[in-house]
């Protein structure tokens, strides 16, 4: 079978339905949502919204009460959320609670 075989494509991607996902494995992490922005303790770690046919993220290298570095993905299949969630969790757990 060929890579190209429709009996096996995956679904398309559906950036409304990956939005909804993201907002709750984010909120599984323990981050609280405000208006496509994800919080650590009051400070915003990261934020998404729907973009055409993906999904536009982001998340900070460190936590900061004054301007964030932002690191900007655009997100176009399960994988890259996937790969953007794993990520983030990774950043989290390196955090401690000085860098808030």
Do not use: Y
């Amino acid at each position: 079978m060929s890579q190209e075989d429709p009996e096996f494509a995956p679904p398309p991607f559906n950036p409304d339905e990956a939005l909804q996902r993201l907002k709750r494995e984010l909120r599984d992490a323990g981050l609280t949502e405000r208006e496509g922005r994800f919080e650590r303790r009051g400070l915003i770690v990261a934020k998404a919204a729907v973009a055409g046919r993906a999904l536009e993220a982001a998340s900070v290298k460190r936590p900061s009460r004054s301007s964030p570095e932002w690191q900007a993905r655009a997100l176009k299949s399960s994988a890259d959320v996937r790969d953007f969630v794993a990520d983030l969790k990774k950043k989290l757990s390196t955090w401690s609670d000085r860098d808030d």
